[in-house]
């Protein structure tokens, strides 16, 4: 609520418990008094049969994260690869052409989509290769390549190094973190911060964002698709750091 109280607009924002496989019985009596929902895991892709209208990038990366109320329908979209490219942009003026992602699930294919461009570099250290596909169909640009899951010099080289791994799955590798690495490391955790990873790489005097940088920026998204307002981006992001920041 402190974005929409800094807007001044009018509403509730409140969390909702919707067990797995029940987001379709949940939206059914969800009258046109409804504006739209935030999504999380696992109904970023169970969201996917029960929308009526669904962004291509959605389709892409088979994962929404925001469901909005027009007319009759609920219209599918997400705001993470958008999150994933303002958050980058607010720290940087160019696109990184070199991207090593942590990871392979969901989160990892919307960072793949977000930074999905010609001439960039992709590199997937991950541990399931049955996720491979669904990576590749994430990337329509880009290169991309895929590597087996331990610590190596590719960490150094990067431009940007994006890490979706679920809490405490990169904690081992800190200790492998020796010199100072050549780009930004981006985490997509913000509780507990900084993870041990993120902790390192900061020590070498390298870059870092974390998941409250993606989270503040996939939300104002959110609030824009839910409004249709324009919105001072810088302050209200500002705000949202210093309020969730106090924390």
């Not at 800094?6 to 418990?17: T, V």
């Not at 919707?18 to 999504?39: H, Y």
């Amino acid at each position: 609520m402190s974005a929409y109280k800094f807007l001044g607009i009018a509403g509730n924002y409140e969390a909702f418990d919707v067990p797995a496989g029940t987001l379709k019985s949940f939206l059914s009596d969800k009258n046109r008094g409804w504006t739209g929902f935030s999504l999380t895991m696992p109904l970023k892709e169970e969201v996917l049969s029960v929308a009526d209208v669904i962004d291509p990038i959605v389709k892409r990366i088979q994962s929404g994260n925001t469901l909005v109320k027009q007319g009759e329908q609920w219209s599918l979209y997400s705001t993470d690869v958008v999150g994933f490219q303002n958050a980058w942009r607010a720290q940087n003026s160019d696109q990184p052409q070199s991207v090593l992602i942590v990871g392979s699930g969901a989160t990892a294919r919307t960072a793949a989509a977000a930074f999905d461009n010609s001439g960039t570099s992709i590199s997937v250290l991950h541990r399931n290769s049955d996720r491979e596909l669904s990576m590749m169909d994430a990337v329509s640009k880009a290169t991309l390549n895929f590597l087996p899951w331990h610590f190596s010099d590719v960490f150094y080289k990067h431009d940007l190094v994006v890490n979706t791994t679920p809490k405490g799955a990169l904690d081992p590798f800190a200790n492998e973190l020796s010199n100072k690495p050549h780009g930004t490391f981006f985490d997509v955790i913000y509780n507990p911060w900084p993870t041990s990873f993120a902790g390192a790489w900061s020590k070498t005097g390298a870059p870092v964002l974390s998941g409250l940088d993606l989270l503040i920026a996939q939300g104002i998204e959110q609030i824009r698709l839910f409004t249709g307002i324009d919105i001072d981006v810088e302050g209200l992001s500002a705000h949202l750091k210093r309020d969730l920041g106090a924390r």
